[in-house]
Structures are given as structure tokens and as C-alpha cells.
């Protein structure tokens, strides 16, 4: 008897194991079918559709279109044509993409009539395959090139009703590997049914290698758009390469539009070549007329004085009593910058910088929620654990920055940096009492203001740490508040002190006030020294980053910038979108779900709603002091989503709150993967978007924008 319940337990438990394998491999063959079916159903489309078509060449000879000549008429089209292929030879225009306008002439339209637009390129034949519907019978087609002065277009061929090619996308192949593992790491009977407390390895394990998969995320996103990397070899960026090195590196800027480079100064080179020749100002001396003007912050008056004396001013940087300074925090170009001019005498490349900060900041965020979850919500799956942290991360506006790997963006990710893994010792030290992540945690917060001042709050969590204490000191009799923090407060303080000195006396010497960090006498497009602070951009902020809805079409890239339509009457400086953080973030809400029931679990209320506040602050001081800017969702979103973060925890951690864990982590799915979805249409929206601040890559890669719009448009 008792040999044989042990041997039924065991051939239980395989049966079990063989029961979960089977269906694993089950759910991986259909994840396999449905790729299968939309890479063949869905993406090629069109491909199915023209297989029996052979194609009609409509031209005689290739036909070259100008700016005085740009149109092409084809006469006596087939009556069937519902597809054509614009056959590009050679483009000599803007950024190499072919815009093109169709008209057609049918049996209900005995006028020419506009069929809509299209934009392709030569170095990806698919954008030239372009389907149509028409009114019975087709009869002429007029093909209208937007072309400027000096642009030119040889079109070798246009085919009428041509067999669309069969193309496997390796970015299409990259998303179903991506969601093919997302299912299987958290399908029902997977991650999400084993604890944190029941299996630390495997947390272990797990972590580490959602932290490898960001990282790797992130480097591609990055090399995605090269131009952006700042590194140059010979067949690297090879344009920008210069003779006689190794490699070089060099600062973005627009390769069609030379002009343009003063508006892209290497802010942080200039800084690090001045401090190592002994000065704090930038060695670029401002041109004479600026001391002559009466007000140096009128854009209309440099640009007057511009025009006058034909000698340009540096765009973007802090004009102060006759000389240029940098307002952008000082820390990273003392980490980056500086070093490698001492050593190399080359710029540091910014892309590289912004990826640095944005891994780290990633690594430091999945390790915080690691181990608070590891100390006080162990009763959670291993499985929500990894949604939280990719909850967490998507939330946290970081493509603004990957995308936008500029001198912009450097700053504020290393803020990020600094903030999460000061919040990090700071917990550490509350847990352990350590002298040592005491120190490293006040280090760490005092350099947020060397990097991002307005990230500076962040120090707040000082507050909840000595509330922390408390309690702690209260449970334990036999010691006090006093005897707890006297050991150790100076710890603490000391490197904050220490750095807000050095910080207070760097702005005095160049502006004459320890407080001021020069963003004020910024020369750009509006005199920021007499902005003030407006309830109306206060509350056009609120709506913009927050809470206005995303732009969506049924055309390629599908999410485009958001209606920046306000009735507020004054200056404002209003840069691309793409919807406001709780209306395309659903992630978010998880704070507001969490915070409303989670009153009887008040340290975590306390903490969630003091992360809300903060990245709330930070949202309308942003407003006010520079505008809406797409990328200042930096600044605000990974506050935000780490008391989402929190909450969703919360939520599965705690029965007594009213939410069962079935539903908390229904909840929790849903969240993550329409955050996913939407981040996915945002990468999109940065490789399609034309203009503006938010530059999409067919200004400086027409070749990955067309492989983009190939892959993943619906057309044909």
C-alpha cells in the first residue's frame, strides 16, 4: 500500500507533464498555422490574387517626367486593369521617394477623376504595385508626379495588371517569432501558473532573459535607423566615415539639407572642449550682432539681423551676456563626452549614449520590480512578474527616445537612469539598512539634477522611505526612528549635498544664481524669458499628453501625429504626437484601477499615488515651461507606469481587494497586449512620418522605409 501511492503520485505527476507538453507543442503548431496563414493569406495577398495574370506593358519607350513635364497619359488601358506597377529607372528627387498621383477615365466617369496618392520608391520594387477599383470598364489612366524644380522621374515601364511577387518579410518573420513566444511564455498553464515564491531559479532565469530580449530590442530599433548611431566605418554609415580611421563618428543632422547643421549642433562636444580648455561657456563666439540688438530672445529679430548681416547664430542653446552656454544637464557630457575628447578627440556618438540610458534604465526598472516583488508580493506568478516589467517598459515612452537618438533625448534617459536605480538602493537600504545603498541612493537622485532638473523629484521617495521606517521602528520594539536613521542619514545626504553644491556653484558662475540652469535664455523659436506659466498650457498640456485620443487610418504607417487644434490664443510650441499616455497606454490604468481599490493596503495606495502625482507634475511643468513635445513623454510616462506597475501587483497579489486572480491577470494580459499593439504602430509612425521634429526614416532611408511599407502594408 504505501509503495503504491507514491508510484501513482509519480506516474500521475508524468502523465501530467506529457498532458503540458503536448499541449504546449499543440498551441505551437497553431501559433505556426496563423503565421503561416497571414503571411500568405494576408500579406500576399496580392500575389494570390494575380496569379494568373501575366502583365501589359502600356509604354513604348521609357518616359521621363520633370517639374514643367509631369504628367503621364496611358491611353486605350486594358478594360480588366484593377493593378498597375509603376517600373522605376531612375528618381532624381527629395529623400528618393516617387510621389504619384492616379487619375482614371471608366465607363462612369467619362472625365478624368482622382483615384488618390501614392508614394514609392526605386529600391523597393513591392511600394511600385499599386491596386485600384474603377467604375465598369477602364478606359485612360493619368499618372500626375509631384515633382519641385530641378526633380526629375524616368519611368522604364508601366504594366498593367501585373502578378504581385511572393515576399517573406524577415521584419514580418521577426513579429511572429516575437508573438509566437509571447503566447507560449503566457499562455494559462505556463509562467503564469508557478509563484515567485515557489521557484526563484526561474524567476532568475526569466528575468535575465526578458532583460536580454530588451536589450536586443533596443540595439535593433537603434540600427534600424543608422543614421542616428553616430558611428561610421567603411561599410557603416559609410558616407560620414572619414579617411585614415578605424572608425569616426559624427553628430545627426540631415544629409539632404546642409543647411540645416545649425540646428543640429553637437551641443555636448562643444561643452566637453570647454571644459577641457578651462571654461564653462561654449568656445563658438555669438556673432557681433547679437550683443547690438535690443532683445536677443526676438526670433524675429535675430532672423532679421540674419538676413541684414548674412552671419548665423547657434540654434538652441543659452545666449547669456555675450556668450553661448549649454542649459542640457552637465552629467552626461562629464560621463560621455568628456572622456572620450580627452582621449580620442572625437565627439561622443549620441545614439550610442541615448541606448546606454535607455538599457539602463530598463535593467534598472525589471530589477526594481523584481524585488519588490520578490519581498512583498511573492504570491504572484512568475508569469505576471514578466508582464509587469514588459508592461512597464512599453509604458514608459521610450521609443520617443530610441527613435530620436539625438543630444535631445541623451539627457533625459540618463535622468531616467539615475532616478530608477536611486529609488533601487533606496529600497535596497530600507530592507537592509546598509550604509552603503544609502550613499549610492542619495549619489544616484543628485545626479538626476546634473541630468533632467525637472526628474529631480524623484527625491520625494526620501519621504516614503522615512514613513517606511517608521513603521519599521514602530513593529520593532527595541528600536527607534532616531536610532535607526542617526547611523545612517549622512550617508544619504552627503552626496546629495555634495552634488547640489557643485551643481549650485556651476550655474552661478555662468548665470549668477544657483537655481538657474539656463533653459530661460534659450534662443529658439519663442523669447522664453517672458513665458509664463498659463492655466491654458497648463490644461492644453494635460490633454495632449495624457489624455487625447490616437490618430488611426487605414493607410500605412496606420498611426500618424495627433490634432494639435486648440482654441488657446497665444505662443506655443507644439511638436508631433501620437495621443496622450492613459488613452493609447491601457497599461496606465492599471495605477488608476489599483489606486481606487487598494485603500485598504495603504503603503502601496501611498506609493502609487505618489507616482501619479509626480509624473503629473512633471507633465504640466513641462507643458508650461516648453510646450508639447513628443518626446518630453520621456519624462512623465515611466512614473506613471511604475505605479501601474505596482498596481497590477497589487491587484493579484491581495483577494481581500475585491479582483480575483483569474481576473487580475485577465486584466493584466489585456493590458500588456494592447500596450504592445500600440507601441508597434508607434514604431511605425516614426518610419513613416514626413517632417516636422519626429523625423521618419524615409528623410535619411527610403530603402527601410520602403522594406517597412512593404512588409506591413494591407494595399493589393
Same mark, same amino acid.
Given at each position: 500500500m504505501n509503495k503504491t501511492l507514491p508510484a501513482r503520485h509519480a506516474q500521475e505527476s508524468r502523465f501530467q507533464s506529457r498532458w503540458r507538453a503536448a499541449s504546449s507543442l499543440r498551441l505551437l503548431l497553431i501559433c505556426l498555422l496563423i503565421c503561416a496563414v497571414l503571411e500568405v493569406v494576408v500579406f500576399n495577398f496580392g500575389n494570390l490574387r494575380t496569379l494568373d495574370e501575366t502583365g501589359e506593358g502600356l509604354l513604348s519607350e521609357p518616359a521621363e517626367l520633370t517639374a514643367a513635364s509631369n504628367e503621364l497619359l496611358l491611353e486605350n488601358v486594358p478594360a480588366d486593369m484593377g493593378d498597375v506597377r509603376v517600373e522605376i529607372a531612375d528618381a532624381d528627387v527629395s529623400h528618393s521617394l516617387v510621389s504619384v498621383t492616379l487619375y482614371l477615365q471608366d465607363e462612369g466617369n467619362s472625365a478624368f477623376y482622382e483615384?488618390?496618392?501614392?508614394?514609392?520608391?526605386?529600391?523597393?520594387?513591392?511600394? /511600385?504595385?499599386?491596386?485600384?477599383?474603377?467604375? !465598369?470598364?477602364?478606359? @485612360?489612366?493619368k499618372l500626375q508626379f509631384r515633382l519641385a524644380d530641378g526633380e526629375s522621374v524616368k519611368v522604364k515601364q508601366v504594366v498593367a495588371n501585373p502578378n504581385y511577387p511572393f515576399v517573406v518579410s524577415p521584419f514580418r518573420i521577426v513579429l511572429y517569432v516575437l508573438a509566437t513566444g509571447f503566447v507560449l511564455t503566457f499562455r494559462k498553464n505556463g509562467l503564469r501558473r508557478v509563484l515567485v515564491k515557489d521557484n526563484e531559479h526561474l524567476l532568475n532565469m526569466s528575468t535575465a532573459a526578458l532583460v536580454v530580449v530588451y536589450v536586443v530590442l533596443m540595439c535593433s530599433l537603434l540600427l534600424l535607423k543608422s543614421i542616428y548611431v553616430g558611428v561610421a566605418t567603411d561599410s557603416f554609415n559609410g558616407q560620414r566615415h572619414e579617411d585614415g580611421k578605424s572608425f569616426s563618428t559624427f553628430v545627426f543632422s540631415d544629409p539632404n539639407n546642409p543647411a540645416a547643421d545649425r540646428f543640429h549642433v553637437?551641443?555636448?562636444?562643444?561643452?566637453?572642449?570647454?571644459?577641457?580648455?578651462?571654461?564653462?561657456?561654449?568656445?563658438?563666439? *555669438?556673432?557681433?550682432?547679437?550683443?547690438?540688438?535690443?532683445?536677443?530672445?526676438?526670433?524675429?529679430?535675430r532672423e532679421a539681423a540674419v538676413q541684414e548681416t548674412g552671419e548665423e547664430y547657434k540654434w538652441d542653446v543659452a545666449y547669456y551676456e555675450g556668450r553661448y552656454y549649454l542649459y542640457f544637464g552637465i552629467v552626461p557630457c562629464l560621463l560621455l563626452y568628456l572622456p572620450m575628447y580627452l582621449l580620442t578627440g572625437m565627439t561622443f556618438p549620441a545614439g550610442i549614449g541615448v541606448l546606454i540610458g535607455v538599457a539602463g534604465y530598463g535593467l534598472g526598472l525589471v530589477v526594481l520590480?523584481?524585488? +519588490?516583488?520578490?519581498?512583498?508580493?511573492?504570491?504572484?506568478?512568475?508569469?505576471?512578474?514578466?508582464?509587469?516589467?514588459?508592461?512597464?517598459?512599453?509604458? @514608459?515612452?521610450?521609443?520617443?527616445?530610441?527613435?530620436?537618438? $539625438?543630444?535631445?533625448?541623451? *539627457?533625459m534617459v540618463w535622468g531616467l537612469l539615475f532616478a530608477v536605480w536611486g529609488v533601487w538602493f533606496l529600497l535596497k537600504a530600507c530592507l537592509s539598512l546598509k550604509k552603503k545603498y544609502f550613499f549610492f541612493s542619495g549619489l544616484a537622485l543628485a545626479l538626476v539634477f546634473g541630468c533632467r532638473p525637472q526628474l529631480g523629484i524623484s527625491? &520625494?521617495?526620501?519621504? *516614503?522611505?522615512?514613513?517606511?521606517?517608521?513603521?519599521?521602528?514602530?513593529?520593532?520594539?527595541?528600536?527607534?526612528?532616531?536610532?535607526?536613521?542617526? *547611523?545612517?542619514?549622512?550617508?544619504?545626504?552627503?552626496?546629495?549635498?555634495?552634488?547640489?553644491? +557643485? &551643481?549650485?556653484?556651476?550655474?552661478?558662475?555662468?548665470?549668477?544664481?544657483?537655481?538657474?540652469?539656463?533653459?530661460?535664455?534659450? +534662443? $529658439?523659436?519663442?523669447?522664453?524669458?517672458?513665458?509664463?506659466?498659463?492655466? !491654458?498650457?497648463?490644461?492644453?498640456?494635460?490633454?495632449?499628453?495624457?489624455? /487625447?485620443?490616437?490618430?488611426?487610418?487605414?493607410?500605412?504607417?496606420?498611426?500618424?501625429?495627433?490634432?494639435?487644434?486648440?482654441?488657446?490664443?497665444?505662443?506655443?510650441?507644439?511638436?508631433?504626437?501620437?495621443?496622450?499616455?492613459? %488613452?493609447? &497606454?491601457?497599461?496606465?490604468?492599471? %495605477?488608476?484601477? %489599483?489606486?481606487?481599490?487598494a485603500t485598504k493596503s495603504a503603503p502601496w495606495s501611498l506609493a502609487i499615488a505618489a507616482l501619479c502625482a509626480m509624473g503629473f507634475i512633471i507633465a504640466v511643468f513641462d507643458s508650461i515651461a516648453a510646450g508639447v513635445l513628443g518626446r518630453y513623454m520621456v519624462d512623465f510616462c515611466p512614473f506613471f507606469a511604475t505605479a501601474a506597475g505596482i498596481g497590477f501587483m497589487v491587484l493579484e497579489a491581495n483577494r481581500d481587494l475585491g479582483c480575483s486572480k483569474a481576473l487580475a491577470q485577465s486584466l493584466l494580459v489585456a %493590458?500588456?497586449?494592447?500596450?504592445?499593439?500600440?507601441? #508597434? #504602430?508607434?514604431?511605425?509612425?516614426?518610419?513613416?512620418?514626413?517632417?516636422?521634429?519626429?523625423?521618419?526614416?524615409?528623410?535619411?532611408?527610403?530603402?527601410?522605409?520602403g522594406r517597412l511599407c512593404s512588409a506591413f502594408s494591407l494595399a493589393g
Open positions: 483615384l488618390g496618392n501614392a508614394t514609392m520608391t526605386q529600391s523597393a520594387p513591392l511600394t /511600385q504595385y499599386l491596386h485600384f477599383s474603377t467604375y !465598369g470598364e477602364a478606359k @485612360s489612366m553637437d551641443r555636448y562636444y562643444e561643452l566637453a572642449k570647454s571644459i577641457a580648455h578651462g571654461r564653462l561657456n561654449l568656445e563658438i563666439d *555669438p556673432p557681433s550682432w547679437m550683443q547690438k540688438i535690443e532683445n536677443p530672445y526676438d526670433l524675429y529679430a520590480l523584481r524585488t +519588490l516583488v520578490k519581498n512583498f508580493f511573492s504570491n504572484i506568478s512568475i508569469g505576471s512578474f514578466l508582464l509587469v516589467s514588459i508592461g512597464a517598459l512599453s509604458s @514608459s515612452g521610450l521609443l520617443y527616445a530610441i527613435l530620436r537618438a $539625438t543630444s535631445y533625448s541623451l *539627457p527625491i &520625494l521617495f526620501a519621504f *516614503p522611505t522615512l514613513l517606511w521606517l517608521y513603521r519599521r521602528a514602530k513593529a520593532d520594539s527595541a528600536s527607534s526612528l532616531r536610532e535607526i536613521l542617526a *547611523p545612517r542619514a549622512g550617508s544619504f545626504v552627503l552626496p546629495i549635498v555634495v552634488v547640489g553644491c +557643485l &551643481l549650485a556653484l556651476y550655474n552661478y558662475a555662468r548665470f549668477g544664481s544657483p537655481l538657474d540652469f539656463g533653459a530661460n535664455y534659450n +534662443l $529658439t523659436t519663442n523669447d522664453m524669458t517672458f513665458r509664463e506659466a498659463s492655466p !491654458g498650457l497648463a490644461l492644453q498640456g494635460i490633454f495632449f499628453y495624457l489624455l /487625447q485620443p490616437a490618430n488611426m487610418a487605414f493607410d500605412f504607417p496606420y498611426l500618424f501625429a495627433a490634432n494639435d487644434a486648440t482654441s488657446y490664443l497665444g505662443v506655443n510650441i507644439v511638436e508631433q504626437t501620437f495621443g496622450g499616455a492613459f %488613452a493609447t &497606454l491601457p497599461f496606465l490604468l492599471g %495605477a488608476v484601477l %489599483a489606486l481606487r481599490r %493590458a500588456v497586449v494592447v500596450t504592445l499593439v500600440y507601441n #508597434f #504602430f508607434l514604431l511605425l509612425a516614426f518610419f513613416g512620418v514626413d517632417g516636422g521634429s519626429t523625423v521618419g526614416v524615409n528623410q535619411f532611408d527610403p530603402a527601410m522605409w
